[in-house]
């Protein structure tokens, strides 16, 4: 084979046409990366397409692939298909397992600490709210929790539409009392006896 076609695919139908690529017997590949997502308070991970609205497919199998509900047709410069060369797609089955990229984990920065109470402005639902903020999930989202019914729930925010809340009280250190201990117990005892 030398090289492999593009299957352009409706909007959000790469798996289901992948499905059916497997169900015909044709080699295909649909690479998918690894993204993290916040489903029901947690944090999740899912696959997502790589390349959104295409699949890599073997050539040869016109016909049959543009019969599959949710194929819109193939990659094509004028009358001739488009042909990805075989060594770009090794390099990625290589990268991947199982055609699923593994999760790219940035480091991620941001102006406030796990603990800090923020309070939530711009056009968010939550404007005007304060909660606390637990950590970054991507460059710009952080995930805050809030009190909501009884209940803390965490939900991502724009970090940028965070504020560090200023009213929040401010945590007071107990001061140590000195001479307090057994040095005086001794001592007090000590004096009794004499």
Not at 89 to 109: C, E, G, H, Y
Not at 121 to 136: C, I, K, L, P
């Amino acid at each position: 084979m030398s090289g492999w076609s593009l299957v352009v695919t409706a909007p959000h139908r790469e798996r289901a046409v992948a499905r059916m690529l497997t169900a015909f017997g044709i080699d295909h590949h649909l690479f998918q990366e690894l993204r993290q997502q916040v489903w029901r308070g947690r944090i999740v991970l899912k696959p997502f397409p790589a390349f959104p609205g295409y699949v890599f497919c073997a050539p040869g199998y016109w016909e049959r692939v543009r019969s599959i509900c949710g194929v819109v047709g193939f990659l094509s410069f004028g009358e001739r298909h488009a042909v990805i060369d075989r060594a770009t797609v090794d390099q990625l089955v290589a990268a991947s397992v199982d055609d699923v990229f593994p999760l790219r984990v940035a480091p991620t920065s941001s102006r406030f600490r796990p603990g800090d109470r923020v309070n939530v402005q711009g056009d968010s639902v939550w404007f005007g709210q304060v909660g606390t903020f637990q950590r970054m999930l991507a460059d710009t989202q952080a995930l805050v929790e809030f009190e909501c019914m009884g209940r803390s729930i965490a939900i991502p925010i724009d970090e940028r539409s965070l504020e560090l809340d200023l009213a929040a009280p401010q945590r007071r250190r107990r001061r140590r009392r000195r001479g307090s201990g057994n040095s005086s117990r001794v001592a007090l005892s000590s004096a009794i006896a004499a």
